[in-house]
T-cell receptor, first 114, second 117 residues
Framework: GDSVTQMEGPVTLSEEAFLTINCTYTATGYPSLFWYVQYPGEGLQLLLKATKADDKGSNKGFEATYRKETTSFHLEKGSVQVSDSAVYFCALSAQYSSASKIIFGSGTRLSIRP | EAQVTQNPRYLITVTGKKLTVTCSQNMNHEYMSWYRQDPGLGLRQIYYSMNVEVTDKGDVPEGYKVSRKEKRNFPLILESPSPNQTSLYFC????????????????FGSGTRLTVV
């Protein structure tokens, strides 16, 4: 079935470091791919999305490129800030799936040291 | 402001006492869904609704009920809560079902932290 695998956390970085959080997926057809962010005590917010191969989603300095050949959607940011500390979820929405839902990865907790 | 509103944010209750968590969206979305989030288990879908009067089970429906009498509201009902239903609950909505176009993702509520003692 459809699934999302993302790197285990927690990830701890210093401020201004480069961030990569890996995400790979399994899906039939042409899924849409998402990154959601959950700040402490809050709900999940859509950070960025990509709906077809080679699309690049971007928002707030974060980027991710939909790579169909490697079934990946890795999240990157060139220079992280303390305010980026949160849990990040990779997710997919499969096309014409028998399960009507967005499928989420397990989440990666990111902590940024000042 | 376009949003999904859940109430209450926090709830402590006793085993067996019926409760309802409300969810309302103001975006005229067709699709609504409930998830629970547990450490080490991620987000699991409880129930979803494709439209008014159309609901279906998700991955973990046992012990829960839902209804969709109006497009904007999708309450989650625990008829006889048990301690294993202690969790963080999220309501989510989208314009269309996630596997149909446009696949724009969910809008989530802020969550309800439920403790059953």
């Amino acid at each position: 079935g459809d699934s999302v695998t993302q790197m285990e956390g927690p990830v701890t970085l210093s401020e201004e470091a480069f961030l990569t959080i890996n995400c790979t997926y399994t899906a039939t057809g042409y899924p849409s791919l998402f990154w959601y962010v959950q700040y402490p005590g809050e709900g999940l917010q859509l950070l960025l999305k990509a709906t077809k191969a080679d699309d690049k989603g971007s928002n707030k300095g974060f980027e991710a490129t939909y790579r169909k050949e490697t079934t990946s959607f890795h999240l990157e940011k060139g220079s992280v800030q303390v305010s980026d500390s949160a849990v990040y979820f990779c997710a997919l929405s499969a096309q014409y799936s028998s399960a009507s839902k967005i499928i989420f990865g397990s989440g990666t907790r990111l902590s940024i040291r000042p | 402001e376009a949003q999904v509103t859940q109430n209450p944010r926090y709830l402590i209750t006793v085993t067996g006492k019926k409760l309802t968590v409300t969810c309302s969206q103001n975006m005229n979305h067709e699709y609504m869904s409930w998830y629970r989030q547990d450490p080490g288990l991620g987000l699991r879908q409880i129930y979803y609704s494709m439209n008014v009067e159309v609901t279906d089970k998700g991955d973990v429906p046992e012990g829960y009920k839902v209804s969709r009498k109006e497009k904007r509201n999708f309450p989650l009902i625990l008829e006889s809560p048990s301690p294993n239903q202690t969790s963080l609950y999220f309501c989510a909505s989208s314009l269309r079902p996630p596997d149909r176009g446009p696949r724009d993702g969910y809008t989530f509520g802020s969550g309800t932290r439920l403790t059953v003692v």
